[in-house]
Nanobody
Framework: QVELVESGGGLVQPGGSLRLACTASGFAFDQFAMAWFRRAPGRKEREGVAIVKTTDGTTYYSDSAEGRFTISCDSSKNTVYLEMNGLKLEDTAVYYC???????????????????WGHGIQVTVSS
C-alpha cells in the first residue's frame, strides 16, 4: 500500500521558518523524484514548489521558492524535506508531497502527472 505522509506544518509569523517532511512507503523511493506542491486559498490548481531527484540529488525550484526554500531527501528514511525560510503571507497554502517515477524531466517538472500524492498539510503564515 502506497502512502505519503506529510508533517511539520503549522502557524508561523512572517519571516519565520518551518521544515516540512514527507515519509513514503509502499514503493521504491530511490526510483522516484519527490516534489512539493502547494494550493493557496481560493486557488483550484496546485503550484509546483520544488523537486529533488533521489538518484542524484538534482533539484529544481519555482521562482517563488528559489533562494528561500531548500528541498532535500534522505533515502535511508524514505523521506523528503522542505526547509522554508523567510516565509511570507503568500506562502500560506496546503502543501502536498508528490512522487514522480523517474524520467527525463527538467525545468518543466511541475507539468508532469505525478504517480502518488500525500493528503497535504496546512502552512499558515500570519502575524
Amino acid at each position: 500500500q502506497v502512502e505519503l505522509v506529510e508533517s511539520g506544518g503549522g502557524l508561523v509569523q512572517p519571516g519565520g521558518s518551518l521544515r516540512l517532511a514527507c515519509t513514503a512507503s509502499g514503493f521504491a523511493f530511490d526510483q522516484f523524484a519527490m516534489a512539493w506542491f502547494r494550493r493557496a486559498p481560493g486557488r483550484k490548481e496546485r503550484e509546483g514548489v520544488a523537486i529533488v531527484k533521489t538518484t542524484d540529488g538534482t533539484t529544481y525550484y519555482s521562482d517563488s521558492a528559489e533562494g528561500r526554500f531548500t528541498i532535500s531527501c534522505d533515502s535511508s528514511k524514505n523521506t523528503v524535506y522542505l526547509e522554508m525560510n523567510g516565509l511570507k503571507l503568500e506562502d500560506t497554502a496546503v502543501y502536498y508531497c508528490g512522487a514522480l517515477r523517474g524520467g527525463p524531466y527538467g525545468t518543466d517538472w511541475y507539468k508532469y502527472v505525478y504517480d502518488y500524492w500525500g493528503h497535504g498539510i496546512q502552512v499558515t503564515v500570519s502575524s
